[in-house]
């Protein structure tokens, strides 16, 4: 079996030579008057998701402003959960993880 380094070319053109990177400064690349006009506008709903994903960066892992409250409160005994809280956030984790395994 031969491979034809040309194929997919049209007969009477010839491909592009690469050159050498060293041999040559790289060249800038040069834009087009026609392409310098292009403009691209993004829905306000891709622009709301861009911003709170720039928002979601920038928020740290952990707010430990609320972490150091909740420790103080549970070494002081002051911190308290009442059963309805409970059993709603199991109730929460329980439809989250059986909706993620379906």
Do not use: C, H, W
């Amino acid at each position: 079996m031969r491979i034809d380094p040309n194929l997919g070319i049209p007969e009477g053109q010839q491909p592009e030579r690469v050159q050498n990177s060293t041999s040559q400064a790289a060249k800038p690349l040069q834009i087009s008057s026609a392409s310098a006009s292009d403009q691209a506008s993004l829905s306000p709903d891709a622009t709301q998701l861009s911003n709170l994903s720039l928002a979601l960066v920038s928020a740290p892992d952990v707010r430990q402003e609320r972490v150091s409250a909740v420790s103080q409160a549970l070494q002081n005994g002051s911190y308290s959960v009442s059963n309805q809280q409970i059993a709603g956030s199991m109730l929460r984790d329980f439809r989250m993880t059986t909706s993620l395994t379906q």
